[in-house]
């Protein structure tokens, strides 16, 4: 795992639900978490978990290592999904 999460993640993570017309609830049933869990994720006040980026790779359709690697990167201000 690399050390530092990137900023920015949140907001991708948001722009993506909102691509795929999904509302924070819908999400988060597809994901089986909570509404709140989903908020933090979206506000960077919460961290994903292998397993939830799996999830989250699956729901809105990314790629799951370019995933992990915009989430989890070496540099706080990366986050390019390209």
């Known amino acids: 795992m690399l050390n530092e999460?990137?900023?920015g993640f949140g907001e991708f993570i948001q722009?993506?639900?909102e691509l795929k017309n999904?509302?924070?609830e819908m999400l988060a049933d597809q994901l089986?978490?909570?509404k709140v869990m989903v908020e933090r994720l979206e506000k960077?006040?919460?961290y994903p978990s292998h397993s939830l980026i799996m999830k989250l790779s699956n729901v809105l359709d990314v790629d799951?290592?370019?995933l992990?690697?915009?989430i989890w990167c070496e540099n706080k201000k990366c986050g390019n999904l390209a």
């Open 5 to 7: 999460p990137c900023n």
């Open 22 to 24: 999904l509302s924070v």
């Open 32 to 34: 089986g978490v909570s």
């Open 15 to 17: 722009v993506s639900r």
């Open 64 to 66: 799951e290592i370019k």
């Open 44 to 46: 960077e006040l919460l």
């Open 68 to 70: 992990i690697n915009f």
